[in-house]
């Protein structure tokens, strides 16, 4: 779980950088509220302007806004600050939190970071004072927490973090200021899972694609989840289309209408052709999309089966509450002042109001669990944060605890899921 960060600063966010970094050296009142301003602004999907004291007067007593930014140095070191703010303040508290070598000798331990208790502390440590009372916790990664759920390490031996505080993944904590303006109302789905990748355009009669080995395999047991998540739906009286197989097209994505708030996507997630090479999914692959990954030739007129961050981002999508995009490191991007630059800001671009998505591999017969598991419980009452968090504690515990392993449920993660 090492991971590289280029932690590139551009023009425009320079700016940005550099009120910061000038609060940092001359920590006057309205200087650090200007730098809060700025930095919940630049990561802020909508056009309105926030404010400290719009996101102050959000939140309760017992509530607790943890914005976290990096510093890089010019001797190659990053530093960690966190911005807090509680209902009671007069400014935001800023804080100095670790270097990130810290974070680096935790995360190379791999899986058993999750079981050890050193990078909570590295987290919450310096702001131990600013948790008494506190019972939710509203957190906007930066850096390398951009890269793994440390909801779910452990704050003590058999505890993880999301069990002792209600612990709130944000885009920017811009978005508390509307925490309280609409609640949506689920009459309508869209579901894509048992995608027939391998299905061949209509003007192809035969396989001429190169035998590579980017031929990815039918998700079977995401097709059984997305039947029963379906049927679970429909029994609620809810609205919607499943789309499966050959039907489960790029083009019926791009045709969708503006009508639902739910959206399941169950697929593979992958590098699109002619695209540089990174290290995290910058498409979605549809129906027949094996024929372009393997060397297939795209005839005029025809859609290549792959849903690209750009093709994702024009799209309107703003009455949508929640997508899940069940698809491996579908959460991952380059990592860069705003947050994660990749299919999670395609989606938030698009109008998208919360998230869940994946920061590692997934197994598609444990994610089948997980999302039957999280949608009976959403359909139960819980709230998204509450139906994920109990639909993981029940996988863990399947079949004698088979799946109790983190490899198996840390890499979902909700995002601005905060209702």
Not at 163 to 191: G, M
Not at 198 to 209: A, H, I, N
Not at 284 to 291: D, H, K, N, R, T
Request: glycine residues 6%.
């Amino acid at each position: 779980m090492c991971f590289c960060i280029n932690y590139k600063i551009d023009a425009q966010n320079q700016s940005v950088l550099n009120n910061i970094l000038y609060s940092i050296d001359n920590p006057t009142n309205e200087n650090i509220i200007n730098a809060y301003d700025n930095i919940i602004n630049s990561r802020c999907f909508k056009k309105n302007s926030y404010s400290f004291d719009m996101i102050k007067e959000s939140l309760n007593n017992d509530e607790i806004v943890i914005e976290l930014f990096v510093r890089p140095k010019a001797n190659g070191k990053v530093d960690y600050f966190a911005f807090t703010i509680r209902k009671q303040y007069e400014i935001p508290h800023l804080f100095y939190l670790f270097n990130e070598d810290k974070l680096n000798s935790e995360l190379e331990k791999g899986e058993t970071v999750f079981n050890d208790t050193k990078v909570v502390s590295l987290l919450l440590g310096p702001l131990d004072k600013e948790l008494n009372g506190v019972n939710k916790i509203f957190f906007t990664p930066a850096g390398k927490f951009h890269l793994f759920a440390i909801e779910y390490c452990n704050i003590k031996q058999g505890l993880m973090l999301s069990d002792r505080y209600q612990f709130y993944r944000l885009t920017s904590s811009s978005i508390l200021a509307h925490r309280n303006d609409q609640k949506f109302h689920y009459d309508r789905y869209i579901i894509y899972g048992g995608i027939d990748f391998e299905v061949l355009p209509k003007y192809e009669e035969k396989y001429e694609g190169l035998k590579t080995k980017s031929r990815l395999g039918y998700l079977h047991d995401s097709y059984l989840a997305a039947l029963d998540i379906d049927r679970m739906l429909r029994e609620k009286g809810l609205c919607g289309n499943l789309y499966a197989n050959e039907d489960a097209t790029e083009q019926s994505f791009k045709s969708l209408s503006n009508d639902s708030q739910i959206i399941l996507i169950e697929t593979h997630g992958v590098i699109s052709p002619n695209s540089q090479r990174k290290s995290y999914p910058n498409a979605l692959m549809f129906a027949g999309s094996s024929y372009i990954m393997e060397g297939g030739i795209l005839s005029d007129g025809f859609d290549d089966g792959l849903l690209t961050c750009q093709e994702i981002a024009v799209k309107d999508m703003s009455k949508i509450d929640l997508a899940v995009i069940s698809a491996c490191k579908s959460g991952l991007g380059d990592i860069d002042w705003m947050g994660v630059n990749g299919l999670m800001r395609s989606f938030k671009t698009a109008g998208v109001n919360s998230l869940i998505m994946t920061i590692d591999d997934v197994l598609d017969y444990v994610s089948g669990e997980i999302w039957k598991l999280f949608f009976m419980n959403l359909l139960h009452g819980m709230s998204k944060y509450e139906s994920l968090l109990n639909a993981i504690k029940a996988v863990k515990n399947l079949h004698g605890g088979i799946y109790s392993s983190p490899k198996y449920w840390s890499s979902y993660i909700l995002i601005d899921g905060i209702d």
